[in-house]
């Protein structure tokens, strides 16, 4: 059987008088009546804005590719120098939207190099007969 210690009571007697405390240093400080007097900047030709030219909306090309049913599986996007494709975030396999892996966001992607395995093929009459060998050395021994 365990018997009532003094350090039991003496723990919770100090937790009592520690919450006035937490709640006193919980409180907002209280603002001046008046506020920071402001100092004004001199002027200067730097701090003159210049008028930005901004490139015309046709600068932007987008093509959209669709399959039947009007369903888009493809955007690809020129703005500026640089194409990116935008695709459609599908669901895998049974998720319903609102799950976890049913995320509806899906980064944009860059082609950053592009490799042609098949190589430029030349048409067949550029392409000459490879010169035949010469015949073996004909000597008497």
């Known amino acids: 059987m365990r018997t009532f210690q003094v350090r039991h009571l003496f723990a919770a007697w100090l937790a009592i008088c520690a919450l006035p405390l937490s709640a006193a240093a919980q409180q907002a400080p209280q603002t001046p ?3 920071p007097r402001l100092e004004t900047l001199p002027d200067s030709e730097e701090a003159a804005t210049a008028p930005v030219a901004r490139e015309p909306r046709e600068a932007v090309t ?3 590719k669709r399959i039947r049913g009007g369903i888009v599986t493809d955007i690809t996007v020129n703005s500026r120098g640089s194409t990116y494709h935008l695709k459609p975030n599908s669901p895998i396999g049974t998720t319903l939207p609102g799950d976890t892996e049913s995320n509806r966001l899906r ?5 950053v190099l592009q490799f042609d395995f098949g190589g430029a ?5 550029a ?3 490879a010169p035949a060998p010469p015949p073996p050395p004909s000597g008497s021994k």
């Open 33 to 35: 009546a008046q506020p």
């Open 62 to 64: 987008t093509t959209e």
């Open 107 to 111: 980064g944009p992607q860059w082609n």
């Open 121 to 125: 093929r030349q048409p067949n009459a």
């Open 127 to 129: 392409i000459a007969p």
